[in-house]
Nanobody, 122 residues
Framework: QVRVTESGGGLVQPGGSLRLYCGASGRIFSIDAMGWYRQAPGKERELVASITSGGSTIYSESVKGRFTISRGNVKNTVFLQMNSLKPEDAALYLC????????????????WGQGTLVTVSS
């Protein structure tokens, strides 16, 4: 079974840093892009950052210069380095695997993890 899992969330003071991990496991042939989204209580889910299989990245304007998305050395893993965290960064951070194929010719899938909670508070 193909799944996406995240870890690395926690409580951090304003100005602090966290590093989130996301891994897609199972029978995977390819993934076009992996990304991080976040959802705060009462707010819509928003894209934070994403990275394609070719290494192209995009960031939300609110995190540019503070967050960095990167691919891990292990295939189908990504990290989100979050620096200079602000209270408004607090949210459930969810990893997304977009256009995932389990085998050539299969249908594309989109998978979500369960999320990892980031709390920014003094």
């Amino acid at each position: 079974q193909v799944r996406v899992t995240e870890s690395g969330g926690g409580l951090v003071q304003p100005g602090g840093s966290l590093r989130l991990y996301c891994g897609a496991s199972g029978r995977i042939f390819s993934i076009d892009a992996m990304g991080w989204y976040r959802q705060a209580p009462g707010k819509e889910r928003e894209l934070v950052a994403s990275i394609t299989s070719g290494g192209s990245t995009i960031y939300s304007e609110s995190v540019k210069g503070r967050f960095t998305i990167s691919r891990g050395n292990v295939k189908n893993t990504v990290f989100l380095q979050m620096n200079s965290l602000k209270p408004e960064d607090a949210a459930l951070y969810l990893c997304n695997a977009k256009r995932l194929l389990t085998s050539p010719g299969d249908e594309y899938r989109e998978l979500w993890g369960q999320g990892t909670l980031v709390t920014v508070s003094s």
